[in-house]
């Protein structure tokens, strides 16, 4: 963790080229994760950790089928690393895996910039971790809402507004 206040360590990995700097990575994801905790209200008994890897889409492709038995690439995939039924939640929150060419792929078809989906896709990862899901309609609408108020504090726009991209983890 850099001097951020963030409420859990962050273990990056970047797996494959084209990605920014760990540098940028990290300030970015703190800054997702952070208002995630903040905004969600968020609890992780102390010293947690999330690990972040930033691949490709043959790696996420490959994550993907094994995990989820569908053969394609995907944005983002979340592995919980605890219980997700009780807060605080922890030591090892979890996983979350993004596919860059995948994130860029669509962000370009929503017209919005590649950070901004990014810091979605890291927020959507994030709630994963503590038991939002969005497999039927009445906890889509609840983990929806609940990323569209983060991302309004982090003032990026409604990723719902237009064209909704359903998150595939």
């Known amino acids: 963790m850099s001097n951020n206040n963030l409420a859990v360590e962050l273990d990056l990995l970047i797996e494959t080229d084209g990605w920014a700097s760990e540098e940028d990575l990290r300030r970015l994801a703190e800054s997702a994760i952070g208002a995630a905790?903040?905004?969600?209200?968020?609890?992780?008994?102390?010293?947690?950790?999330i690990s972040l890897v930033f691949t490709g889409d043959p790696e996420i492709k490959e994550l993907?089928?094994?995990?989820?038995g569908k053969d394609k690439?995907?944005?983002?995939?979340?592995?919980?690393?605890c219980d997700e039924e009780?807060?605080?939640?922890?030591?090892?929150?979890?996983d979350i895996v993004i596919a860059r060419e995948t994130v860029e792929r669509e962000a370009e078809e929503l017209g919005i910039p590649f950070k901004n989906h990014l810091t979605h896709l890291l927020v959507h990862g994030t709630l994963h971790l503590f038991g939002y899901d969005h497999q039927i309609d009445e906890e889509a609408e609840e983990m929806e809402d609940r990323e569209r108020q983060i991302?309004?504090?982090l003032n990026i726009p409604d990723p719902y507004a237009d064209a909704p991209l359903s998150a595939d983890t």
């Open 64 to 68: 993907n089928r094994e995990w989820r």
């Open 151 to 153: 991302l309004a504090s």
């Open 73 to 81: 690439p995907t944005n983002v995939l979340s592995f919980p690393g």
């Open 37 to 49: 905790f903040q905004c969600a209200e968020l609890e992780a008994v102390p010293h947690s950790e």
């Open 86 to 94: 009780e807060p605080p939640f922890g030591p090892l929150l979890g």
